[in-house]
């Protein structure tokens, strides 16, 4: 297994949790959706489940960077070069 794997999987159950709790805030204060929260909140934990994954897998390799932060700041301040007219 890869390192990024071991990393996306222990981010994955944090993930899944957020997304999940998101989620059913939005049914249980929508009083629309109230109405159908025995059909939405099945729906709400697989959502949830299956958006987790590409989440956990997209910011795995962000957690091996030691300065991730200083080095967007870093290109952030880069002088703009413009052509000669």
């Known amino acids: 297994m890869s ?3 071991r990393l996306a999987a222990l981010i994955f159950g944090m993930t899944n949790a957020v997304l999940f709790g998101a989620g059913l805030l939005l049914v249980v204060t929508v009083p629309d959706l109230m109405e159908q929260a025995i059909t939405l ?3 709400v934990v697989a959502l949830s489940f299956l958006i987790a994954a590409p989440i956990a897998w997209f910011l795995a390799p962000r957690l091996r960077l030691r300065f991730w ?7 952030q301040r880069r002088p ?4 000669p007219l």
């Open 80 to 83: 703009i070069r413009r052509a």
């Open 69 to 75: 932060r200083g080095r967007e700041d870093e290109q």
């Open 3 to 5: 390192t990024r794997f």
């Open 41 to 43: 909140i099945p729906i």
